[in-house]
Nanobody, 122 residues
């Protein structure tokens, strides 16, 4: 089992940056691929980025490619999402999640954090 806690959300102006962190408990963190998802009001949860257990492979939604970077530090049991050039359409609750193979389908992630709010003002 793994428990996930996100942090780093907040209010930022368009064009600004934020770095989200997701701290995991449990000794098996390095066994899991990790993903970031987001959900805006009235919309379905959508894939943002994923990273393999080693950090050697990363995947991004087209909407964030070139602006967001996912990374992980297995020694710290933490996965990060660096978000640059933020736009109002990036406003959402951001969730981290754990699975065995990095992918975009939220149903295939077994563990989820509680989410952190990101609001981008225009």
């Amino acid at each position: 089992q793994v428990q996930l806690v996100e942090s780093g959300g907040g209010l930022v102006q368009a064009g600004g940056s934020l770095r989200l962190s997701c701290a995991a408990s449990g000794r098996t963190f390095s066994s899991y691929a990790m993903g970031w998802f987001r959900q805006a009001p009235g919309k379905e949860r959508e894939f943002v980025a994923a990273i393999s257990w080693s950090g050697g492979s990363t995947y991004y939604a087209d909407s964030v490619k070139g602006r967001f970077t996912i990374s992980r530090d297995n020694a710290k049991n933490t996965v990060y999402l660096q978000m640059n050039s933020l736009q109002p359409e990036d406003t959402a609750v951001y969730y981290c999640a754990a699975t065995y193979f990095p992918e975009a389908l939220p149903d295939n992630y077994g563990y989820w954090g509680q989410g952190t709010q990101v609001t981008v003002s225009s």
